[in-house]
């Protein structure tokens, strides 16, 4: 083992580094640096020093599945650290270890296997007609806006039992949760009627209280009117002695909406920038030289839509050869395994038919295996399939607005219009 002193390194933290994309030329430095690389940070809400980055695809996997040494529940999964009464109010699925990890997720993980998810199939495909027949009748504008959003909106809110009509309303909550994971907030700390402390809120935002409210007032519907939904199955759960705190209970329904919302979207839209610059790929899939589930794999690789997850090394140990000191913060950055040339050939071609395609936009595996994984790939195969059986393809009329999010791999907004292939 070798311990490596602290060195200079490039910063891919700084939010605003992502409104020009990925800063893929700052990963692949840190990639070709041997162990893993010691980097700086600190804001307002950190002064720990930093992490040890972790860049490469074989080590993201190691730290994903060893949940023994390194933590999701100890000190959270942020890149800055939270006070104690901080981290216990903001704790959900993804910021717990086992038991409390399985118990939480043996709640929701029957609603999400693939077998479940073959039965949101239709309404998904009819989702996708709509939106697609919309957006060729308007002649095109913003995909984000009038299919990458609503998409997957419209799908996770029918599994939990949300009304459809809240869906705008949701979507927004969400952007501003993205917000809150850069430098500024255009919210004010008592927006929709918050009196909590920012600090006590996932993302440091308001919206999370709005999505709380939102979410215990379906709850106490679901007591009284309840449906064959997920909102339902906790109320159920919780009745029946399942140990479910009210805290937890908020935490999870924020989680399923912003994650069964945002992440996709990212996709979504990240897949049409991918096929408006690349309208050959398409043609591939048109032509079946590609299947949609090695294209659905390839986007999500392309696009990787959460960027870095934060671990906790819980005792002395080591990764590729560098020591790493208990307590110590360890952050996987998928965006940069999914580039990691030892894994992938021509890793910055966007290639449809690439197989194998071990991409690692649902974590490294493990544990903490992203639930939406199947949906995900649903949303995407039914979305594009339906394009490539038009014979429709994409022109971008608009330059992307991304979002200036270190964890958030988001556009905000982007011009297309259909064009026939």
Known sequence: MTTLEPIATPDVTTPSLYLDGIPHERFAELRATPGVVWH???????????????????????????????????????LWDLEADALEARRG?????????????????????????????????????????????????DWVEMVAAPL??????????????????????????????????????????????????????PASHALFEYGMKLRELRRDDPREDIVTALVQAEAAGEKLALDEFKNMFQLLVFAGNETT???????????????DQLRRVVDQDAKLNTMSEEILRWSSPVLHMRRTATEDTELAG?????????????????????????????????????????????????????????ELDELFGEMAERNMGLRMTEAPVRAPSNFVHGVLSV???PVHR
């Open 322 to 378: 560098t020591a790493i000191a208990k307590g110590d913060k360890v952050v996987m950055w998928y965006a940069s395994a999914n580039r990691d040339e030892r894994v992938f050939d021509n890793p910055f071609t966007f290639d449809v038919g690439r197989s194998p395609n071990p991409q690692f936009s649902f974590g490294g595996g493990g544990p903490h295996f992203c639930l939406g994984a199947w949906l995900a790939r649903l």
């Open 415 to 417: 011009g297309m219009e």
């Open 265 to 279: 979207r990212t996709a979504i839209t990240h897949g049409a920038m991918a096929f408006a610059e690349h309208p």
């Open 152 to 205: 997957p909106i419209r799908v996770i809110l029918t599994i939990l039992g949300v009304p459809v009509e809240d869906a705008d309303y949701l979507v927004e909550l969400s952007n501003y949760l993205v917000e809150g994971t850069g430098d500024e907030q255009s919210l004010a700390p008592d927006a929709f009627g918050n009196t909590t402390e920012l600090r006590l809120l996932p993302f440091g935002s």
């Open 40 to 78: 700086p940070y600190e804001d307002s809400r950190s002064t720990s020093g930093g992490f040890w980055a972790v860049t490469r695809h074989e080590d993201v996997k190691t730290v994903s599945k060893s949940a023994d040494r390194f933590s999701s529940a100890v000190g959270h999964t942020n």
């Open 93 to 141: 699925l993804i910021d717990t270890d086992h038991p409390d990890h399985t118990r939480l997720r043996r709640l929701v993980a029957g609603a999400f296997t693939p077998k479940a998810i073959r039965t949101w199939q239709e309404l998904t495909r009819t989702i996708a007609r709509e939106l697609l027949d919309e957006f060729k009748a308007a002649g095109g504008g």
